[in-house]
T-cell receptor
């Protein structure tokens, strides 16, 4: 169980275009999902927390108008990179939070990632 | 600020040997820790977790040890196999200023298993 999918797995786009990435929890409901960014040979950096039915919470330094997040249902969150530029090229990973027994028992399950290349 | 870090960036072991990956954390209020395995081009895969009220937890071929006194976490892999080659991250589940909880990842350790 606890499977999270992402689509697409990779995307190449021209500078100035927008790209939408989907994150789905396949076998559980997640009121909270997270979006991370990972550069080569580096750790995961949290970009934002996606909350079902409410606005996302962005980490410091992450432009909310640049990275639009929509968490429309308990199994789907989307990240849209607007007006993408080459410096936005990265590996984007989402996770879905599975909770049981209260806040102290939370586990994030990660999607396979989406590699974005902006030309 | 608070952070989670790793002592060794790369660990090379022989197939069949035991591996030990270490992690230091600085947030004494952290109550939940997770180890993830990430293979090249893939998302992190949950391996094992441990709560702060425990010192040790065992899974299949893996054991996590938590030493709260020195704020140290370790992942032990028994009889390491080539398929264990990956980057391993420890993660600390912390409460942010806003009250929500989020994961903070360490810098990662690359495990290389030599046949």
């Amino acid at each position: 169980g606890a499977v999270v999918s992402q689509h697409p797995s990779w995307v190449i786009c021209k500078s100035g275009t927008s790209v939408k990435i989907e994150c789905r929890s396949l076998d559980f409901q997640a009121t909270t999902m997270f979006w991370y960014r990972q550069f080569p040979k580096q750790s995961l950096m949290l970009m934002a927390t996606s909350n079902e039915g409410s606005k996302a919470t962005y980490e410091q330094g992450v432009e909310k108008d640049k990275f639009l997040i929509n968490h429309a249902s308990l199994t789907l969150s989307t990240l849209t990179v607007t007006s993408a530029h080459p410096e936005d090229s990265s590996f984007y990973i989402c996770s879905a939070l599975m909770t049981s027994g209260g806040l102290s028992q939370e586990t994030q399950y990660f999607g396979p990632g989406t590699r974005l290349l902006v030309l | 600020g608070e952070s989670v870090g790793l002592h060794l960036p790369t660990l090379s072991v022989q197939e069949g040997d035991n591996s030990i990956i270490n992690c230091a954390y600085s947030n004494s209020a952290s109550d939940y820790f997770i180890w993830y395995k990430q293979e090249s081009g893939k998302g992190p895969q949950f391996i094992i977790d441990i709560r702060s009220n425990m010192d040790k937890r065992q899974g299949q071929r893996v054991t996590v040890l938590l030493n709260k006194t020195v704020k140290h976490l370790s992942l032990q892999i028994a009889a390491t196999q080539p398929g264990d080659s990956a980057v391993y991250f420890c993660a600390e589940n912390i409460s942010m200023d806003t009250g929500r909880r989020a994961l903070t990842f360490g810098s990662g350790t690359r495990l290389q298993v030599q046949p």
